[in-house]
């Protein structure tokens, strides 16, 4: 895991000037998962830049943050300095973690990012103990988002690839993207915080979108089931997934 990663180039990192409004933003499901499971060992697989352990850390044992990007990893240690948060350098897809040792697994939008999102979300299920919880986050399958992603983002990804098309990105789409957010948006971010949300929307390299049925399949696979589910207003829909017994 030498080579930079994409998210070691453009980390998902927005939003930290005010604890408060992280929290405020986490959804719902994820925060009372986190309180109902006061003193427990978590783990936050593709945790990134720190932003749900921020949270979890007032009430788990311990949280390990997991991630393959170094530099997300590091800004999140600078700025999450407790004794029960740790860090860990992997891969989603094949984690160096023992079988059936979290009580709680938090995979908040990341399995859609890994290119075998199954995989990812089964890496996930066989850490957590039998009776555990896991907290999954994934793009819809069925909204606008992936026609945006396919369509829009497959032009900006190409051009990407050239240095005359990064400076174009850099130089009009950021700054006009960074307009709109501060328009239509009631967080105020700076513009390096709106171009890590822009890379993150239209430049990633792989995003998948699963439906409710697939996610229910992954589950029947896995010996697992949905406890709680919820659609939210945006790209992801969540679920709380219970290993069983």
């Given amino acids: 895991m030498s080579d930079l990663t994409f998210y070691d180039k453009t980390p998902f990192n927005y939003g930290y000037s005010k604890e408060?409004?992280?929290?405020?933003?986490?959804?719902p499901l994820l925060k009372n998962l986190i309180e109902e499971n006061s003193g427990k060992i978590f783990y936050d697989i593709g945790c990134g830049c720190g932003r749900n352990l921020?949270?979890?850390?007032k009430y788990a044992k311990k949280i390990i943050g997991v991630d393959i990007s170094s530099k997300s990893l590091e800004f999140a240690s600078q700025n999450i300095r407790k004794k029960n948060v740790e860090f860990k350098l992997d891969s989603n897809l094949?984690?160096?973690?023992?079988?059936?040792?979290?009580?709680?697994?938090?995979?908040?939008?990341?399995?859609?990012?890994?290119?075998d999102t199954f995989?990812?979300?089964?890496?996930?299920?066989?850490?957590?103990?039998p009776g555990g919880f896991l907290y999954l986050a994934v793009y819809k399958k069925y909204r606008y988002y992936?026609?945006?992603?396919?369509?829009?983002?497959f032009?900006?990804?190409?051009?990407?690839?050239?240095r005359l098309g990064n400076y174009v990105i850099?130089?009009?789409?950021?700054?006009?993207?960074?307009?709109?957010?501060?328009?239509?948006?009631?967080?105020?971010?700076?513009?390096?915080?709106?171009?890590?949300i822009f890379y993150d929307y239209f430049i990633t390299p792989v995003a998948t979108f699963q439906s409710k049925k697939n996610v229910i399949s992954w589950c029947r696979i896995t010996?697992?089931?949905i406890k709680k589910y919820l659609r939210t207003t945006g790209n992801c829909h969540t679920f709380i997934i219970k290993k069983n017994d």
């Fill in 20 to 27: 408060e409004d992280i929290i405020s933003n986490m959804n």
């Fill in 54 to 57: 921020i949270y979890t850390s």
């Fill in 94 to 115: 094949n984690l160096s973690i023992d079988s059936n040792i979290a009580d709680v697994v938090i995979s908040d939008g990341v399995c859609h990012h890994t290119g």
């Fill in 119 to 129: 995989k990812a979300f089964s890496e996930c299920l066989r850490i957590l103990k």
């Fill in 146 to 153: 992936p026609f945006i992603y396919y369509t829009i983002g």
């Fill in 155 to 162: 032009f900006l990804r190409t051009i990407n690839k050239y």
């Fill in 170 to 196: 850099e130089n009009i789409f950021v700054p006009f993207h960074y307009l709109l957010y501060k328009i239509f948006k009631k967080q105020k971010l700076l513009l390096v915080e709106t171009k890590n």
């Fill in 223 to 225: 010996n697992s089931n």
